[in-house]
């Protein structure tokens, strides 16, 4: 399984990718460990039929909390994340989950694009620009996830 630590973004789009390969093809676990753990988590936490397992759940809170401190102190990032929060907010609109928070909607667009891609779908240049500051912002998020992560660790 990708590890959280090395990059937390991505741990959530994968975690995301095997949830919905899981709704498709459940049988497929029957011959994989991982597979079949994030089944039996499926099941557990109920999200089947739609949702993500907590595991994904608590990873993302981490990140938006994340989000939040880094807001507060530091100005690049705050301006990155208002430069596309127009954006952000055109794509929770068209969600059933219009009060998501900006750094799911990041994921939410990433994890979008990755499908269409996947379909052989064409992207504007408009998403692909938007989808460029978000790939920032989660990069830069997950950075410095693991940053403190390694600070953490060493205090210990």
């Known amino acids: 399984m990708k590890n959280k630590k090395q990059n937390i973004a991505e741990y959530i789009l994968y975690l995301w990718q ?12 029957e011959s994989n460990e991982e597979l079949s753990d ?21 990873a993302l809170k981490e990140l938006e909390m994340l989000s939040d401190e880094i807001m507060n102190i530091e100005a690049t990032y705050r301006a990155a994340m208002l430069r596309i929060t ?7 609109a068209r969600t059933d989950r219009p009060t998501m ?3 799911e909607a990041c994921l939410v667009l990433l994890y979008q694009i990755m499908m269409l891609r996947l379909q052989k779908r064409p992207i504007s240049a408009e998403t692909q620009e938007v989808q460029q500051q978000a790939t920032s ?3 830069y998020l997950s950075k410095t996830y693991y940053k403190q ?3 953490e660790e060493d205090d210990n």
């Open 18 to 29: 095997l949830e919905d390969y899981l709704r498709a093809f459940p049988e497929q676990a």
């Open 38 to 58: 994030i089944l039996r988590m499926m099941h557990a936490d109920d999200v089947m039929d739609g949702g993500h397992i907590q595991l994904a759940q608590i």
């Open 86 to 92: 127009p954006a952000l907010n055109m794509l929770k």
């Open 101 to 103: 928070s900006n750094v």
């Open 137 to 139: 912002i989660l990069q």
């Open 149 to 151: 992560d390694e600070m």
